[in-house]
């Protein structure tokens, strides 16, 4: 069945999905601004107790609807995140001739064009509040012969896309940006791309994504060296469809990644991990709140995800990896989470591409923690769907906890016991602000309130009801 407005009569279970996907699909199509602001209030909580499923990881989902669109074939893909990020994803991509079906089962089959085979879309790509979408399709668009114009919502409107309009223009795509990079933008693609060897200037899976999927379509070897390793979920599913990719990890921790271009993806299944961007809401939760005892399933445990569960472990978090597997290409584990005191820690730069989104959250459970937790290399938080820097120092500021910022090093001075809370946060347009200072507000002396809980679709759809259902106090403020 098409997901969209078309679709009629929907079975009860799928109405959420479809609505979501209607949402996107008619900002994607009308340029609709965001109608619905939804403040969220979180109180004081009893024991967190139970066995849940977060929803697909983000990042997979994206590269899932991309790849399988430039493969050759049906690819299915089984437990896509169908958040408003990737659902904007899958509206691009069927502007770009690729067939995106979900079934009622819930699988998504994705009827690619093969490489080479996308066409013009005739109207503007709205990215909503994604940068992955954005970033990662700019690439592939660059060595595509067309034209196509981005933009996105308020907060991606801000985001600096001259970190992907550099090396593609490089390739020998054309930018015409706003100042600074900005969107909206227009991208015309090259027939004649040229491979190119590119450093990353920072530690950036998504500018590492997006030239690799430039070179997809770019005669010769096209190279990516990134001075510290960030995810790699587009050299894996790019292997997963038959593209040659090889890595090679050099002594000062830097990594080069060369990818054979003019592969011929051939579709090819996937089943899509639980985020653990996601998980670390309901376990920073449940270490938080008192009695707590709770199983996540099938979350996504790559080493280059896993930064956050590595740092709540050095601060005395009680979590266990079970039944360790893997699933689609990617490591997964059953996380078993237990209340636990914390006590504050040193997080050193190295590790922060590898728990990039994970810093407001962890910011909470160091406002809890027996002592100052100090988290450095944070400069690309300015930049995330918020300036992520300044939303969580106002969102601690709000809630009573000390802190400070000294250049891009955040230390939280947790107390060993839990903080006033009470406060009014804004989310700015930003699902892991919304998210971490609703988990702060469960545990905290007093609940805390989020201006607007709208945003947490992008990434985490059903993450009130979720979190209620196992025993948390989220509601919607009554007007
Ligand atoms: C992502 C990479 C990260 C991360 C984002 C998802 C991806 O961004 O913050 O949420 O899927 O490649 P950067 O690569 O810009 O750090």
Request: hydrophobic share 45%.
């Amino acid at each position: 069945m098409a997901v969209g407005p078309q679709a009629a009569n929907p079975p009860p279970g799928e109405r959420d999905v479809l609505e979501t996907a209607a949402r996107a699909d008619w900002r994607f199509r009308f340029q609709l601004k965001r109608r619905h602001v939804t403040p969220l209030l979180s109180g004081t909580a009893g024991p967190l107790k139970g066995r849940v499923r977060v929803p697909g990881d983000k990042s997979i989902s994206h590269r899932a609807l991309i790849l399988g669109s430039l493969a050759v074939g049906c690819t299915r893909v089984s437990g896509l995140l169908e958040g408003e990020d990737v659902l904007c994803t899958a509206a691009a991509m069927r502007a770009l001739g690729a067939r995106l079906d979900r079934g009622a089962d819930g699988i998504w089959t994705v009827t690619g064009v093969g490489i080479g085979g996308l066409i013009e879309p005739e109207a503007l790509l709205d990215m909503g509040n994604s940068g992955t979408g954005a970033r990662l399709l700019m690439g592939v668009v660059a060595s595509h012969p067309l034209t196509a114009f981005f933009t996105g919502d308020a907060s991606l409107r801000k985001r600096p896309m001259g970190r992907v309009g550099d090396p593609l223009s490089r390739i020998g795509a054309r930018i015409v940006s706003r100042a600074g990079g900005r969107m909206p933008l227009a991208i015309t693609g090259t027939g004649d791309p040229v491979p190119i060897s590119y450093r990353l200037p920072v530690a950036s899976a998504q500018v590492k994504s997006a030239v690799l999927l430039a070179g997809l379509n770019t005669p010769g070897v096209t190279s990516v060296i990134e001075p510290m390793p960030t995810r790699d979920h587009s050299e894996r599913m790019m292997r997963h469809f038959g593209a040659s990719v090889a890595v090679e990890d050099f002594s000062d921790g830097a990594r080069e990644i060369r990818l054979e271009g003019q592969p011929e993806l051939r579709a090819a299944d996937l089943v899509v991990p639980s985020d653990p961007s996601s998980a670390a809401f309901p376990a920073v939760a449940a270490l938080l709140v008192a009695g707590s005892e709770l199983t996540i399933d099938g979350v996504g445990t790559n080493k280059l995800r896993t930064g956050l569960y590595d740092t709540l472990l050095e601060m005395g978090a009680d979590i266990t990896f079970r039944n360790e597997r893997i699933e689609g290409g990617e490591p997964v584990a059953d996380l078993l989470v237990k209340a636990s005191e914390l006590r504050g820690v040193t997080v050193p730069a190295e590790r922060s591409p590898r728990m990039i989104d994970e810093y407001p959250v962890l910011a909470v459970a160091a406002a809890f923690a027996r002592g100052p937790t100090v988290m450095h290399g944070l400069g690309e938080l300015r930049v995330k769907e918020s300036d992520r820097l300044s939303a969580v120092a106002e969102g601690l500021k709000a809630c009573g906890v000390d802190f400070s910022i000294e250049g891009d090093i955040l230390t939280v001075e947790g107390k060993g016991k839990p903080p006033a809370g009470g406060g009014l946060i804004a989310a700015k347009l930003d699902h892991r602000i919304a998210m971490s200072f609703l988990i702060l507000g469960l545990a905290a002396k007093a609940g805390t309130k989020i201006d607007d809980g709208e945003t947490i679709n992008t990434s985490f759809p059903g993450f009130v009801e979720l979190m209620n259902g196992l025993g948390a106090r989220i509601a919607v403020e009554k007007a």
